[in-house]
């Protein structure tokens, strides 16, 4: 599989490290236990796009939010994680 | 006994006559080869296969069957081959399973022939054929059940033996092997007509090409067929079209290259077998090379490969593919045959009859399966006068050691028994579509080619020639050149307003025709399915598959499993469409509706080594090397790997005769006097910013707002989920900047996190990262003289003094007269400690200073391991304590958990099971009898109870013998384990077998009140 | 007071051929990191005179000082040893952008020769064809399993691995042996 990073250009797997979903909210700090359960442990397995982080650790250091076909490994887009839609705001 | 079976083999081997050599495309007659088979020596010529020497010299039986042991021949002339398997070489090159038919002959080649016992012609084990109701579809699971201890001891060591194939060289392999990348905008694969017109049109839209060939020649089947392309031999037509793109700077031809795999995002695995075909690599010369290329746009265009068609007794030597034999006729220029019968459902498999002639061969009889003979058919029995069958099949054969005769059932259903030494033998070609199959593509059945076809729904793989079912050399050529066209258009070269290539005349009618006969057994020949093969390899035949899908293993998936059809080192490639249309027969479903099995990478065997490339043995991973390193190693250092990094584990003198007295010797110079140690490999990271304490508050579990700049502090990271991540110690250097050390082991995940929690979780925050664990050497000097040998290094403006340089300080300063260096006074020691900090490259000369400066303090560098006996005896955790299941209250640092603000790890590490007074804590152990070691990984039980799991309360994670307290140690996690100190516990070792006693003790064995490290 | 520290270097041998090329140490430059700060990249800009390189595709050179994008929020600045950039960066831009000396965590190995393409290509995982990697372009890539900062000094013949000088001599055995295993026949060069 390869990635086009927004900075480097693109490239094979090995330099990237996988995080996982990337709709995911850190929740406040006295959010519910549940809350808490579900961020820390609780995933998703979707078939088709999924919405996962990545770290071009090997490379520019970016995480970068990768828009992926877990069906068909078919990346719809990979765009840098600090100019995502801000995580306190969306919910999705 | 032995001499009556060689007897019988030499006079056998020298029964084989030897052919005449006639003139073939590929070979160059003029120079002479020797080479060897099963110790008898013989000679080919440069351009010969393994297989088309052996053919020219008359040797037909070249193996035995897996199973059964059955003599067995050449079927093919390339990859696909599942019979002639030969060990190459020796020694440490010795190469089992090597296919005769793509080994390149080399002078000296040494080949033997496998699976047999004593020898070739008389083998002991073909026996097995007699047996062969035992060896029936899914003998293993039925025959070796019982009993099952039987298994190890007796069955498989027997069949092993019985059915193995070649065996493994004995030693490392010596040859060096090497990676490689490439990009293009097209991959061209395969050379043949198809291959050859698509690569020169995609070239000369502008396109950057690779085109890899698996042969070591260009041309594909133009080099295997008789055919004429404007006017010349098409082999000739190749080497123009290929010395053409040769001179374009935009294409890279590769041969003996194969493309054994395609991943995502236009990723082909090719390995290229730089010097197979030579005896030995020339100096510095990789035995292969594994290509990684990057491809815009993929072409495949790798043929097809021939199917046998499936009758009693058709795996005899002799019996060979059609193909195969106008190959070995046209290409290398070897008669396979004297006395021929060629058997076809197609018209193309007619070709051969022409070739045969051509050759000085006689054609015994044509058998064509298809009811009504063909134009083409009676053609070429107009012109040869050759005995035609129609609506005919073949019956039987006989000839133990190579065919000697073809029983002929003709359309009447009359036998006709008819001599011969070779049966040429066309069932139709089913396309190479392993490629368009490893994204996911599954094939089409397509009735009229009797065959699957590629079902390409791929904006960057396209198909061209046999392999997409074109099945003639002008359709080929003209796809190809389209194919390539839109290739390169899809790269965004537009296509030329002229053609670029005019495509080539093809002056002969080629017809294809097939008719769908996939096996020959009828009513009277079905009694003897059980010599009818499918899959040479692993010896199934036609009752195999009827006899799985009579036990109910009729999902082409199971039946692939329970026959093992299709899962020898050929991958089933000359039979799995056959099995799948006996399938279909035998369930009365048709062939799309029976389905395929998945095909996945390799598409033909690759070596690991080819795989592994340079990184084997001591290269398998890079390595770090700290800056002390070659001083470390000038002073006769063992090293020791820490993560990617070589370490001094210590430093032995002439007079020490164990490791253990080294150790404790460089523990003792700490505690009484001094010690250095190189401490760099620890992660060391710069961070910078307004918001930089505010980070670092939000990272580790303690609180950082109030350090105060030149000083530093420990802190403990945790997970999200309240676990335990890393630790070490963080410096405040100024206003806003910081310098986190981290464990050795955890430096790159710790970056990982930082840049995770400033980029996704907090990028409002106002900082900056990067390491400088590289920038900086550090060497740890500690011990009650270490003072006074810094002193004698830091510049005088510096005051090193208790008072003006505590515990916990840190500063920037000068040493040597206005270096630059960074001082921190940490200890993980116990002792009066420093660690100073120099760039990198005065690292050597800082260590080497140090044993000067520190000779008369009695100064001796330290390694790894008592730096790690003196963490035990100062009671500081490290990674066999955090080892990803430990909390801060396991590991005695509840306290340190703010209440005040959030951090990584807070909420969940609230949790009450976490926090459970009974989760075992750490404690310290100290043996009853002082020298009973205790060992780590030891299980904690009440004293006198069982050593069962529901009284295990905890275990061992680090122990020493520590010389300063004279006895074994031990750090360890134990239920309530604070509240027990003083209370004598039972240390089981599983693995030992033993129980032993220990007291529960605080963790810190040496200098609890901190006196010494606040000396 | 003790003689001054000897500097030691981060490979053995400084210099190697192989196959027709060479593979050198080259000469240290001082090289600071600077990772601008919140909101202060305009200023720093200004600051230093130039536009710091959006892309790793190019350099930029300014009164002997070589910027070049070291990571996605950071830059490299080198000039010759002994020119004093720390200070000249310290006076300039000290409160825009986290500074940091990364001299000594770096060495640089240098491929140059007929060839060194074909070599490079071996190890480096990233399109190398003149077209999209010519002389000035940087790319932070991996040599086989290292990290390295590759820059094309000389389109096909001249190539630097920047790597952490703990890697270095791991890498310098890595290109030795890709420069003994030879230029495959498929290459043009």
Known sequence: ?92 | ?1015 | MPETLAAHPAVTPPLITASGLSLTLTPTRETISIGPFAGCLASLNTALGITLPETFATTIAADGVVYSRAAHDQWFATAPEGTGLMSRLEASCMKLAALTNQTDSRVTLSLKGIGARAITSKIVPIDLHPDFFGPGHTALTLAGHIPIILTCSNADTAYDFTVFRSFAQSLHHDILVAMNGGIPNSERV
């Open chain 1, 1 to 92: 599989m390869r990635l086009t990073c927004p900075h480097c250009g693109a490239r094979a797997l090995e330099e990237f490290t996988y995080r996982g979903d990337a709709t995911l909210r850190r929740p406040a700090e006295d959010a519910p236990h549940q809350a808490w359960v579900d961020y820390v442990y609780l995933r998703d397995d979707p078939a088709g796009y999924h919405s996962e982080l990545w770290y071009h650790g090997v490379g520019c250091r970016a995480w970068l939010v990768v828009i992926r076909n877990t069906l068909t490994h078919q990346i719809k887009s990979v765009s840098s994680a600090v100019a995502s839609p801000a995580p306190n705001k969306s919910d999705s």
């Open chain 2, 1 to 1015: 006994m032995h001499g009556i079976l060689n007897a019988f083999s030499s006079a056998s081997q020298s029964s084989e006559r030897k052919t005449s050599r006639l003139s073939g495309n590929g070979i160059d007659t003029t120079k002479t080869l020797c080479f060897s088979f099963d110790g008898h020596n013989y000679t080919g010529h440069p351009g010969d296969t393994l297989a088309s020497a052996l053919l020219a010299n008359g040797v037909r039986l070249v193996g035995r069957s897996f199973k059964y042991h059955r003599p067995r021949g050449i079927l093919s002339a390339g990859p696909e081959e599942p019979n002639a398997l030969v060990e190459l070489r020796g020694g440490a090159r010795r190469e089992p399973n090597s296919r005769a038919t793509v080994t390149e002959l080399y002078d000296g080649l040494i080949s033997t022939s496998q699976n047999r016992w004593p020898n070739l012609a008389f083998d002991a084990l073909g026996i097995n054929g007699m047996m062969s109701p035992v060896f029936t579809a899914g003998f293993y699971y039925k025959t070796f059940m019982w009993p099952a201890s039987f298994w190890e001891k007796f069955y498989e060591p027997v069949i092993r033996r019985a059915a193995g194939l070649g065996r493994a060289a004995d030693e490392a392999d010596p040859d060096h092997y090497e990676k490689n990348n490439a990009f293009c905008d097209v991959l061209v694969i395969g050379s043949g007509p198809a291959g050859l017109s698509s690569a020169l049109a995609a070239a000369e839209s502008g396109a950057r090409v690779i085109l890899c060939e698996q042969d070591s020649l260009l041309g594909g089947r133009l080099r295997a067929e008789n055919i004429q392309i404007d006017n010349h031999p098409g082999w000739q037509w190749a080497e123009d079209i290929v010395s053409h793109l040769r001179n374009m700077s935009n294409v890279r031809i590769m041969t003996r290259s194969c493309v054994f795999g395609r991943y995502d995002g236009g990723t082909y695995g090719v390995v290229e077998r730089v010097s197979d075909h030579l005896a030995e690599p020339l100096p510095g010369q990789p035995r292969q090379r594994l290509w990684r290329i990057i491809a815009k746009q993929g072409i495949v265009a790798t043929g097809g490969i021939e199917r046998p068609i499936v009758f009693p007794n058709n795996d005899r030597p002799g019996i060979m593919l059609a193909g195969a034999v106008r190959t070995y006729i046209n290409r290398f220029g070897v008669t396979p045959g004297q006395q021929a019968v060629v058997y076809v459902n197609n018209d193309d498999g007619l070709r051969t009859v022409s070739d045969l002639l051509a050759a000085g061969a006689r054609i015994a009889a044509v058998v064509d399966s298809r009811a009504q003979p063909s134009s083409q058919a009676k053609t070429i029995i107009q012109q040869t006068g050759a005995p035609l069958f129609f609506g005919a099949r073949i019956a039987d054969t006989s000839g133990y050691r190579g065919v000697k005769m073809a029983i002929i059932r003709d359309n009447k259903g009359k036998n006709h028994r008819i001599a011969c030494d070779l049966i040429a033998v066309s069932g139709g070609w089913n396309p190479d579509i392993a490629l368009t199959t490893h994204d996911g593509g599954r094939p089409v059945y397509n009735e009229t080619l009797a065959t699957f076809v590629p079902a390409l729904d791929s904006e960057d793989l396209h198909v061209a020639g046999v392999a997409a079912g074109t099945m003639t050399t002008a359709e080929a050529l003209r796809e190809g050149a389209q194919v390539g066209q839109r290739a390169a258009a899809q790269c965004g070269f537009r296509e030329p307003s002229t053609p670029p290539v005019a495509t080539p005349a093809v002056d002969q009618d080629e017809t294809y025709g097939v008719v769908a006969q996939w096996h020959a057994l009828d009513k009277e020949s079905s009694q003897r399915a059980g010599k009818a093969f499918i899959d040479f390899q692993n010896d199934v035949t036609a009752k195999d598959t009827k006899l799985a899908a009579r036990e109910g293993f009729i999902s082409v998936e199971h039946l692939k499993r329970y026959t093992t059809l299709g899962m020898a080192t050929d991958q089933g490639k000359t039979a799995n469409v056959n099995a799948l249309a006996l399938l279909a027969e035998v369930t009365q479903q048709s062939i799309p509706q029976t389905g395929t099995t998945r095909v996945r990478p390799p598409t033909q065997p690759v070596a690991l080594g080819a795989l592994g490339g340079p990184h084997r043995g001591k290269h398998f991973k890079p390595y770090r090397l700290p800056p002390t390193h070659q001083w470390a190693v000038e002073q006769g250092a063992v090293f020791t790997a820490n993560g990617l990094w070589l370490r001094a584990q210590w430093y032995p003198r002439s007079n020490e005769t164990s490791w253990e007295e080294t150790v404790n010797r460089e523990v003792k110079t700490v505690r009484n006097a001094v010690g250095f140690c190189d401490v760099t490999t620890l992660g060391k990271i710069d961070i910078q910013g307004p918001d930089a304490a505010t980070f670092l508050e939000r990272v580790y579990v303690n609180a950082w707002q109030k350090l105060p700049i030149g000083r530093a502090r420990y802190g403990l990271m945790l997970r999200e989920d309240g676990f335990a991540f890393d630790d070490g110690t963080t410096a405040r250097l100024g206003e806003n900047h910081y310098v986190m050390t981290t464990t050795t082991a955890n430096a790159g995940p710790v970056m990982q996190h930082l840049e995770f929690c400033h980029q996704w979780l907090w990028p409002e925050m106002n900082v900056q990262f990067i390491s400088v664990t590289d920038e900086w050497a550090q060497i740890a000097v500690a011990g009650p003289k270490a003072r006074d040998v810094l002193r004698q290094i830091v510049d005088p403006a510096f005051d090193l003094s208790n008072e003006a340089f505590g515990y916990m300080a840190a500063a920037s300063v000068t040493i040597c007269g206005g270096q630059t260096a960074r001082l921190f006074r940490l200890s993980f020691s116990g002792e009066l400690a420093y660690e100073l900090a120099v760039p990198a490259r005065y690292g050597d000369a800082l260590a080497k200073l140090l044993m000067r400066v520190g000779q008369s303090y009695g100064i001796a560098p330290y390694g790894t391991e008592a730096l790690g006996v003196m963490r035990i005896e100062k009671g500081h955790p490290a990674g066999p304590e955090l080892n990803g299941q430990t909390t801060a209250h396991d590991l005695g640092m509840g306290r340190i958990l703010s209440k005040k603000k959030d951090f990584i790890g807070k909420t969940m590490a609230a949790r009450p099971a976490l926090t459970d007074p009974s989760r075992p804590t750490l404690v310290g152990l100290r043996p009853l009898s002082p020298t009973l070691p205790l060992v780590s990984g030891s299980h904690l039980l009440p004293k006198g109870k069982p050593a069962t799991a529901c009284f295990d309360q905890g275990w061992i994670s680090s122990s020493a013998w520590s010389p300063t307290l004279k006895s074994w140690i031990a750090l360890g996690f134990l239920a309530h384990g604070p509240e027990r100190h003083g209370e004598i516990i039972a240390v089981h070792n599983p693995l030992a077998g033993t129980i032993t006693e220990a007291e529960i003790v605080s963790p810190v064995f040496v200098d609890p009140e901190g006196t010494r490290l606040h000396a």
